[in-house]
């Protein structure tokens, strides 16, 4: 859908909601009982108007719940396909992302990403590819690094002698 199309959706929005906000004014209006005693003919227009408007106001708010559905489903949609986009890039930027191992990959991301302190619910709202790539290359250089066996103060001494 297009900014124009959304623009006008928008304004369609807000006159629907002030339709409501008038109808619902002038319905608390009336003093009907006043009326119903003095003005028994004014009586009768005036309830079949009441009885309009909340007709009118009914089919307002029908209409604002089938606006706030539709726009409820544009967003979902909107939301797939940004999903779709971000796992390309995934399965496009690591390697086994999309292979057998990838379930172990995204298993040990999260787990990773939990031992920074992420929660399952802030992981669970993750959409941009760019933050799990991140997580991703961190837990390879943690594991490149961990791997790596560290030069102890003596050895460093040994090669500083061996090299003189």
């Not at 669970?124 to 790596?148: E, F, P």
Request: proline share 2%; with cysteine.
């Amino acid at each position: 859908m297009c900014s124009s199309d959304l623009q006008l959706r928008d304004q369609y929005a807000q006159r629907l909601e002030l339709i409501e906000k008038v109808l619902t004014e002038q319905n608390k209006a009336e003093d009907l009982d006043a009326l119903k005693e003095t003005d028994p003919i004014g009586y009768a227009v005036k309830v079949a108007e009441q009885a309009q408007r909340e007709k009118q106001l009914a089919a307002v708010n029908a209409e604002r719940t089938r606006l706030a559905h539709q726009q409820q489903s544009e967003h979902q949609q909107r939301l797939q396909q940004v999903l779709a986009d971000e796992a390309q890039k995934l399965a496009q930027a690591i390697p086994d992302w999309q292979t057998e191992k990838g379930e172990d990959v995204r298993r040990d991301i999260r787990t990773y990403a939990k031992g920074l302190g992420f929660s399952d619910q802030e992981l669970s709202q993750v959409y941009d590819s760019r933050a799990v790539l991140t997580l991703w290359k961190a837990s390879q250089y943690d594991k490149l690094v961990a791997g790596k066996p560290e030069v102890t103060r003596s050895e460093e001494h040994t090669s500083e002698l061996q090299s003189h």
